[in-house]
């Protein structure tokens, strides 16, 4: 879409394409800079998680690709201030992976949640970081 910017219409962060430059221009390509990241959702939604976007895509964490966890990722303390890397696979398809260096900073310890109804802050970790593998989620 190199050329002429007043053929661009972006409107709040979007790029909007109309009908009739879509029937003009059958086959294009866009590029640009897409770094992975870690986004979490609006405070107020009062969720505790984070996850890793690139561009439009969501990335999610997999078992299979993680041996060492049994739970689902459920007690998985994540660092979301941890660097990420893409890296291209080829198996079965080619598509690129983010690996999140030592972001799992360990286990969530609930031991002291035992007999409790509720849980106070300060909650605190066990076990070693490890490297998290996060797949293009497409399901």
């Known amino acids: 879409m190199a050329g002429d910017s007043k053929l661009l219409d972006l409107r709040k962060g979007y790029l909007c394409l109309s009908a009739e430059w879509l029937q003009q221009n059958s086959q294009f390509q866009l590029s640009g800079p897409m770094q992975p990241r870690v986004a979490k959702p609006h405070p107020l939604t009062m969720q505790p998680v984070a996850y890793v976007t690139c561009g439009s895509i969501v990335y999610c964490v997999e078992d299979a690709d993680h041996p060492w966890e049994e739970r689902h990722f459920k007690m998985t303390v994540f660092d979301p201030k941890v660097s990420l890397r893409e890296e291209a696979r080829s198996q079965p398809d080619q598509y690129m992976v983010i690996i999140a260096e030592n972001g799992s900073k360990g286990e969530l310890d609930t ?10 802050g300060n909650n605190e970790h066990v076990d070693k970081s490890r490297d998290l593998c996060f797949m293009p989620y497409d399901r």
């Open 111 to 120: 031991s002291h949640w035992d007999r409790q109804i509720i849980s106070e």
